[in-house]
T-cell receptor
């Protein structure tokens, strides 16, 4: 059962334009969401996060929007740059019984920013 | 500040063998998590260690086991390897186990089981 879904395996955008990456989740208990970026041969790196008490969080060129009623979030990158070409993972944070947290990841979207 | 380092970077094993993967957490981090990323999939949570104790476990069989040492480095052990264990194994550390703490990932160990 895929609790976090990224239905677009790939996205191609021209440099300078907006990139919009989408993510849907099914578990209404999730209340904290993160986006990670992954380059080949590297581990995922944290990009931006959002708590369910907000509907928007912005950090420079990156903005994440959360629609709780639709169980949907999106990552906007404006303007897109060639260095943004990577795989983007959406993740939801869940509580462990021992008191820590685990991330449930989507399958990722490969973003390609073309010149 | 040294980041999360994993060794080895690549490993080839045959079915039925055992493997140990190693992870050094980022300086000052006391929580380590392990994830398995199969080809074309997102990382899947295996387990988390906090101050040398297992803090939680994902849907993986008991032949996946781990350790965390007093210096907060960690090992992932997999016994009786199966072909489906072929994947990228990612270690991640965090300063503590607060539920909204972001994770810092290593570059992973690519395991191939033949």
């Amino acid at each position: 059962d895929q609790q976090v879904k990224q239905n677009s395996p790939s996205l191609s955008v021209q440099e300078g334009r907006i990139s919009i990456l989408n993510c849907d989740y099914t578990n209404s208990m999730f209340d904290y969401f993160l986006w990670y970026k992954k380059y080949p041969a590297e581990g995922p790196t944290f990009l931006i996060s959002i708590s369910s008490i907000k509907d928007k969080n912005e950090d420079g060129r990156f903005t994440v929007f959360l629609n709780k009623s639709a169980k949907h979030l999106s990552l906007h990158i404006v303007p897109s740059q060639p260095g943004d070409s990577a795989v983007y993972f959406c993740a939801a944070s869940g509580i462990l019984t021992g008191g820590g947290n685990k991330l449930t990841f989507g399958t990722g979207t490969q973003l390609k920013v073309e010149l | 500040e040294t980041g999360v380092t994993q060794s080895p970077t690549h490993l080839i094993k045959t079915r039925g063998q055992q493997v140990t993967l190693r992870c050094s957490s980022q300086s000052g981090h006391n929580t380590v998590s392990w994830y398995q990323q199969a080809l074309g999939q997102g990382p899947q949570f295996i387990f988390q260690y906090y101050r040398e104790e297992e803090n939680g476990r994902g849907n993986f069989p008991p032949r996946f086991s781990g350790l965390q040492f007093p210096n907060y480095s960690s090992e992932l052990n997999v016994n009786a390897l199966e072909l489906d264990d072929s994947a990228l194994y990612l270690c991640a550390s965090s300063p503590n186990r607060d539920r909204n703490e972001k994770l810092f990932f290593g570059s992973g160990t690519q395991l191939s089981v033949l």
